[in-house]
């Protein structure tokens, strides 16, 4: 599929650019407010082919769900969650810097000598963020992603945990399938390449690894030969590297590792989970003394990543992306986002009103004004009471030209005279004046293409698909489009009717060829009819 249009609207955001696409979803710069005091954050949504894959929505849900509650200096933190246009959707603050990857691959290829207090500083920082999370609401919550990529430093040097979207705890609907490996191997203990449960001294292992490597300067498990280390590239010898019973100490390549910081590192990546430390606040404790008295982490981190990494291009950059996304923030958003904020966050996206009570009060209140004009306009004009149907007038008949009736017939009495002037019969039966019609109520009382269509989409994010489809259907028909359509293939999507869906998306995708949600939607459901 071709990349998406930026900048684009989604729900209550704007998207801007795109950052990274996982095996799970892809997220991208956003920004959220009113023009001149927009605030930028990042917004991770799924891949368009596993929207139509239950484990995979409730994957998401999960991660989005927990990573909401979560709130820590050393976790990222979540702004909002929910749906948007009727896909799933995280948005989380932008943590303005690099992820422990990056910079330690900067490092490496520019040669950069780091002290081993910093290093240490970092892992002890993540410490913080998984102690908090371990014990948070007794959940039982465990990680089980640990790795460079998801430890996020910022530019002011703090030290971030991110991606919760494999973690474990028992509030998750989505179990593991047995045997399942989630997450990355060269990280996992033993007993996760093995499908075993896990618990939280798997996380352990994982930042011990971490930390193994950022002190040694090597990756972790290589094979020596002649004294160099060798890196297998068959991804099956990562597993094997990582069940080696006898993980090599990491002074074996720094000397400047001490026995005792040798220990620790061993013991934290020990096979034998009995062996490794009970908690995260015990690794941190422990590691304590290899910090100097006076060495300010924070400051030395945010020193080395702006030496490392340049940001004057960057933030031209971002400057020039805020300028393009400020014609679609200004617009009004979009009714169809149902957000669920998180009590934590301060500033939190607009949330978006329904149209619905105010307009049948504002119909009742139009409907009362208009009948007084009319009664007011009939009584100005003078218009007379209806008349009584007239009574039929019959002349009286000559006596003479009376016939004699039948013997058997009474003879018919004459009727009475009548006490006033007769009118002409054709007068008699003229119909009584007609008052003037009432006019009809302008065009713009009734429901708009627009009013319509918002109405469709709420009603579907409420669950109410049969009014949604009855509105998006009148939308469509007063020329709202690819939107309605859109709207109608969800409808048929979320009641299993795929095929109506396809039909449904493709004509969308016929009005609007370049609507990136009408292609991501129409391949998504082609994807289920017609799996490759």
Partial sequence: MPPAPYPCRFGSYVLLEPLATGGMGHVALAM????GSEQLCVV??????????????RR???EANLSRRLSHGCIVQTLATGRAEGEPFIAQALVDGRDLAELVSRVATQ???????????????????????????????VHRDISPQNIRLTFSGE???????????????????????LGRAAYMPPEQLAGEPTDRRADLYALGVVLWELVSGQLFGTVMQDGKPVYASDPRAALARAFKPNPVAPSTFNPEVTPELDEIVLRAVSPNRDDRYGSAAELRATLAPFIPTGFDGEARVGELLRSLFPRTAELERRRQLIDSGRALIGRAPPKSTAERVSATQPVAPPRVRSWRGPAIGAAIVAAGVLALVLVLSSRDRGLPPAPPPPTPVVAAPEPAAQPPPPPSVPPTPAPAPAPEPAAPAVQARRPPPSPKPTPAPPASEAPSAAKLLDSAREAFLN????????????AHRQGAGADALLVIGNVHFSQRRYKEAEDAYAAAARLAPGNRKVAERLEAVREMLHPR
Avoid at 44 to 57: Q, Y
Avoid at 161 to 176: E, N, P, V
Avoid at 463 to 474: I, N, T
């Fill in 111 to 141: 040669q950069v000598k780091v002290p081993l207090p910093l290093w240490i500083h970092l892992v002890r920082e993540v410490c913080r963020g998984l102690a908090y999370a371990h014990d948070f609401e007794n959940l039982g919550l």
């Fill in 159 to 181: 030290v971030k945990l991110m991606d919760f979207g494999l973690a474990f705890s028992r509030d998750k609907k989505a179990l593991t399938a047995p045997g399942a490996m």
């Fill in 44 to 57: 991770k949504r799924m891949l368009p082919h596993l929207l139509v894959k239950e484990d995979a929505v």
């Fill in 463 to 474: 669950g109410d698909l049969k009014a949604a489809l009855r509105d998006a259907q009148a």
């Fill in 32 to 35: 959220f407010g009113e023009a």
């Fill in 60 to 62: 998401f849900e999960d």
